[in-house]
């Protein structure tokens, strides 16, 4: 929540993204560290379609990369309407299980337009 050298708080920052992206920003708590950590959550189609144009056009070059890849798929079964339909819930879920630190699969092809 704050910068480990200068003390700052990234609040001012982080708010600026969210309101160009629409999107809210959540305090969060690790039940584990009990350390508090800033997440954005975009619940609206408008605020869906901007960050997935921002990250096609600015595209991550990490293994966070193949997590938005993902999650974009996840998010387009919400844009399309099709994550009510039992089919979309399915592919949400195995989405979800194959995302972050569940991630058994590593492709690095994104990496050759560097």
């Not at 099709?82 to 991630?103: A, C, P, Q, S």
């Amino acid at each position: 929540m704050r910068d480990p050298i200068s003390n700052t708080s990234y609040f001012p920052i982080l708010k600026q993204i969210t309101e160009y992206l629409g999107c809210n920003l959540l305090t969060r708590k690790q039940l584990k560290t009990n350390n508090e950590y800033y997440t954005l959550a975009a619940s609206s189609k408008v605020s869906l379609s901007l960050i997935i144009n921002y990250f096609d056009f600015f595209p991550l070059y990490s293994s966070k990369y193949l997590d938005y890849i993902d999650w974009k798929k996840a998010a387009e079964l919400i844009l399309t309407n099709k994550h009510y339909t039992d089919l979309g819930v399915i592919e949400i879920d195995e989405i979800i299980n194959n995302m972050n630190r569940k991630r058994v699969y590593f492709n690095w092809n994104h990496l050759d337009k560097l």
